[in-house]
């Protein structure tokens, strides 16, 4: 066993820290959501996605546009998306009514006219780089146009770099537990077995970024050896969210023999407050020495994303049995949780209340000394224990 | 729902810190002699007269040099404390 010199600092006599937490807010951010990958949606079919704790139905139209309805029908409460498309509308399976991807009933083929106010709930999408993104607004307004989702340099727009290796999982959980992810160094360690030697957060405006460096773990067994993935010596990562819930990260796995060139993708959209559809893919740039079958370097991203699937499949062990937490009692060698959570407040509050602490610049750079002293001492002690074992 | 105020600030709280370059005001606190958190304001931002906005891209990130380099002598001369230090915390 490991004894660390932990310095217990004074508290208030001996009293019990409580957990204090509020019920989720049953609202859902502001902000463009990504949905998933384009192609999808592309096969002449309505799809149904339960998201912001509706149901709705995504369809496209003659023009190659991705509509985004509410998928009840507002004539008798037909679900349009197990209906068909019909030009540029969505025919509900009930009795025919036909919307637009405005979000009005165009026409009712055994009608004479379409009776007033037959609108319903349209949200606004956007195509870039292979995916669809939705923009929710509780207060019901346009896009805000420097909330925009950048083009992603490097990545499948970008010739050299491989199509979307993609995930999605359905993840029982308020979506605020992903959100605290960007600021959590140390359940790198614990959770994911990595070993962060640089870890740094800044937010601003609608966007969190978090830098971070880090190294292999000698003494675990690397998850990607079970997967064929080859043996990495550490990355460089850089990952912002755009909004509440797109994150672009710049990813550099570093090798034996070179680094390679990855961006990861780890999106959500909340189904309701207590539970998410997580996505994450991985485009890589294809090494000019690497394969020169593309078909090889899709294989390849294929196990950098089995990888990180690995990683989010470890999150979620924790997510399904912690408790949710206002309250976090944090040490100085933990990120900037709180600080986090206020950035993250902008989206759930009308545009109009959003303070300048939720959006101004907020830099924290962790000291990795101590943490680092600790766990090379506990990967040094597990390696000669292992060498013990093979020798007895 | 509001956000709560962190733990760690209770009682070792930000401090304000000036630029040396050019008067920018901020608040900053070190738990270590490597540990920092900055907090900008609007007013900050737009003092601030040597932002480098960098080049993500090639990992080159977004920082003022100078008002980095301002913290770091605030701590070595004590205007700020420094918690790990000797006396810091309180």
């Known amino acids: 066993m490991t004894v660390l010199e932990t310095t217990v600092l004074e508290t208030d006599g001996d009293q019990v820290r409580r957990i204090e937490f509020e019920a989720a807010p049953t609202r859902f951010a502001r902000g463009w959501h990504c949905i998933g990958l384009e192609r999808t949606f592309r096969d002449g079919k309505p799809h149904s996605i339960t998201a912001f704790g509706k149901k709705l139905v995504v369809f496209e139209n003659s023009s190659g546009e991705l509509n985004v309805l509410d998928a009840y029908c507002r004539h008798m409460g037909g679900d349009l998306s197990q209906g068909t498309i019909k030009g540029d509308e969505v025919a509900c399976p009930f009795h025919d009514w036909r919307w637009g991807g405005d979000g009005r009933c165009k026409q009712i083929p055994y009608s004479r006219r379409v009776p007033m106010r037959a609108r319903t709930q349209a949200w606004q999408t956007m195509l870039q780089d292979g995916l669809v993104f939705v923009w929710n607004d509780p207060e019901g307004n346009p896009p805000i146009p420097e909330q925009a989702i950048p083009l992603i340099e490097g990545g499948p727009s970008t010739p050299g770099w491989t199509d979307w290796a993609w995930y999605e999982t359905r993840v029982e959980t308020n979506c605020r537990e992903i959100i605290d992810n960007l600021v959590d160094m140390a359940h790198f360690f614990y959770v994911h077995h990595g070993f962060p030697t640089y870890f740094k957060n800044v937010f601003e405006g609608h966007t969190a970024t978090q830098l971070q460096k880090g190294v292999n773990r000698d003494d675990m067994r690397p998850a990607e050896k079970k997967i064929g993935a080859p043996k990495r010596l550490g990355n460089t990562s850089a990952a912002t969210y755009y909004g509440p819930s797109f994150m672009i990260d710049d990813l550099l796995y570093h090798y034996a023999d070179g680094d390679v060139k990855t961006v990861l993708i780890n999106c959500h959209y909340p189904i309701d407050e207590n539970s998410f559809v997580l996505m994450y893919g991985i485009s890589m740039e294809r090494p000019d020495d690497g394969p020169e079958d593309p078909e090889e370097a899709a294989k390849l991203t294929q196990k950098l994303v089995d990888t990180v699937r690995l990683g989010f499949e470890q999150d979620v062990a924790i997510w399904k049995n912690k408790t949710r937490i206002d309250n976090p009692l944090l040490c100085e060698e933990d990120g900037p949780v709180y600080q986090l959570r206020r950035w993250y407040e902008q989206f759930y509050t009308d545009v109009a209340d959003v303070t300048p602490e939720m959006t101004e610049r907020f830099e924290f750079e962790l000291d990795t000394t101590k943490p680092n002293e600790a766990w090379r001492r506990e990967v040094d002690e597990n390696l000669a224990r292992r060498a013990q074992e093979q020798d007895s | ?90």
Not at chain 2, 43 to 52: L, N
Not at chain 2, 68 to 81: C, E, H, L
């Open chain 2, 1 to 90: 729902m509001a956000v709560r105020p962190d733990n760690r600030l209770a009682d070792a709280p930000m401090h304000p810190v000036s630029c040396q370059a050019c008067g920018a005001s901020v608040l900053a606190r070190k738990s270590s002699w490597q540990q920092t958190s900055v907090q900008w304001s609007e007013a900050a931002m737009a003092t601030c007269r040597s932002w480098d906005p960098g080049d993500p891209f090639h990992g080159r990130h977004p920082a003022c040099e100078e008002l980095r380099g301002s913290i770091a002598q605030a701590a070595t001369d004590g205007t700020i404390p420094v918690l790990e230090s000797d006396g810091g915390r309180g």
